[in-house]
């Protein structure tokens, strides 16, 4: 089911009785504006219906969890979101969207189905359709009656958060996967502003938690971390990468050289280091060509840059690509230049695809390549330089390279893994008892893995 602007659909013939208040986390009233869900047969935790696991026969019902997001696209954000929806078991997560634009064509085309979606097509928070929003936002949770809502991004946040509390959303869950380097003061006023109402911040590493504690003065134990995962199925290795590492060495004397990296247009991403780079390189090696994949706001600049340096087709902006795993495998070595990340979704391909990677040492990267990749300085262009060339020269240690990030990303990083990461998170924020694993090694491994440090209140169990 798609909503479009304007529209909402509520199951069933019966418009419930709506009360003026919302309810809080322990099921007391709460003052809503409107925005309250049904009262009828109110049973703690579950709004309007009796979903205990007596009331269902014994079993636990799904948690319902309504994920409120700008728009869909293809970056790293946007496509873990969309790898999530499509793997949530949903015998164990019920999953609705909010988008709170989502009315472009590239938007639409990404949306998932078999997910009710609402989407908002609000561009503009101060505006009167932001109003009517709301309104719309309010009619669609009470169809779907979310116990979780997780939100992402500045303006969801701030539009979001404040209509979840106060249509009585039990937990509010609000993403922060990167390490702050772009929040000016404003954003951090308005974070504050709306911090009192986010039970749970949820970031994708601990260098991101250190960042929130440390700097935005969030509690630790109200900050999570779930690492990311990758559809390992989908990166069948690099035909070189395949290679034992004596054929690579002839492949790579005979062949052009491709180098590339996908990332957006944007100054974090340090494209412009990357270029800089490249020229240092060329003259050593004739047959070598740096390839970026993706598109952004510095498009323009970076163009400037690369008539100024003379790169011509030895440094190729693609554009943006719809088969990020085609684009890997015509690789022989993949390159981040970044400025500042957090839990790299392209590091995690790069390593799915079977390449060597040499990457700047940020966010959760060390973690992830430690031991199967190269890591340089961030924002030194002399280094990267070297550790390219050093790979180029040494063939059959890319390859090993490339071999051991493969193992290391099936071993850790698959996204049946950070699926079940995720569900074992809403379990413990609405307090529904542990899924039972084949092990208690495996459960307590799991638990560690999923949100290490953090300790949700059991006040309000979903009985």
Request: proline letters at 6%.
């Amino acid at each position: 089911m798609t909503l479009s602007f304007g529209q909402t659909q509520t199951s069933g013939s019966t418009t419930p009785h709506l009360s003026p208040l919302g309810r809080g986390r322990n099921g007391e009233a709460v003052p809503g504006e409107g925005f309250g869900f049904p009262t009828e047969d109110p049973s703690p935790g579950c709004y309007a219906t009796d979903l205990s696991p007596a009331g269902r026969g014994g079993k636990c019902p799904p948690i319902r969890v309504s994920f409120v997001i700008d728009n869909l696209g293809r970056a790293g954000t946007e496509s873990q979101l969309l790898a999530l929806l499509r793997t949530l078991d949903r015998r164990a997560v019920q999953p609705s969207l909010v988008l709170l634009d989502g009315e472009g064509d590239a938007s639409r085309e990404l949306e998932p189905a078999g997910v009710p979606i609402l989407r908002l097509g609000v561009r503009k928070l101060a505006s009167v359709r932001a109003v009517s929003a709301a309104k719309r936002l309010r009619a669609f949770w009470l169809e779907h009656r979310p116990e979780v809502a997780q939100i992402y991004f500045l303006d969801s946040a701030y539009f979001a958060v404040p209509v979840a509390k106060a249509c009585g959303v039990r937990k509010v869950v609000r993403v922060r996967n990167n390490l702050g380097y772009w929040v000016s003061a404003k954003h951090k006023w308005l974070g504050r502003l709306i911090r009192p109402w986010v039970d749970v911040t949820l970031t994708n590493s601990e260098l991101g938690r250190q960042a929130l504690v440390t700097g935005e003065g969030l509690a630790r134990k109200r900050v999570a971390v779930i690492e990311n995962g990758v559809d390992v199925d989908r990166y069948p290795s690099s035909p070189r990468a395949c290679e034992r590492p004596s054929q690579a060495a002839r492949t790579l004397a005979a062949t052009t050289l491709r180098v590339g990296t996908v990332a957006n247009l944007r100054p974090v991403k340090n494209i412009a280091g990357l270029m800089r780079a490249a020229k240092l390189l060329l003259p050593e090696f004739p047959h070598l060509r740096f390839e970026v994949a993706g598109d952004g706001e510095q498009r323009a600049e970076l163009e400037a840059l690369h008539a100024a340096l003379g790169l011509g087709d030895r440094f190729v902006l693609r554009g943006s690509i719809t088969d990020v795993p085609a684009f890997l495998r015509s690789l022989d070595v993949a390159v981040l230049p970044s400025s500042s990340e957090g839990m790299s979704n392209a590091v995690l391909e790069y390593m799915a695809a079977g390449l060597p990677v040499v990457a700047t040492a940020v966010g959760a990267t060390p973690k992830l390549l430690d031991g199967c990749g190269v890591l340089v300085p961030a924002g030194d262009d002399t280094a990267l330089s070297a550790a390219l060339a050093a790979l180029l020269r040494n063939p059959d240690r890319a390859a090993t390279l490339g071999a051991a990030a493969r193992r290391r990303v099936e071993a850790e990083y698959g996204r049946d893994a950070m699926r079940r990461r995720f569900e074992e998170f809403y379990r413990d924020l609405v307090g529904v008892p542990a899924v039972q694993f084949t092990s208690p090694r495996g459960a307590e491994s799991l638990r560690n893995r999923t949100h290490s440090g953090i300790g949700f209140a059991s006040e309000s169990p979903r009985r």
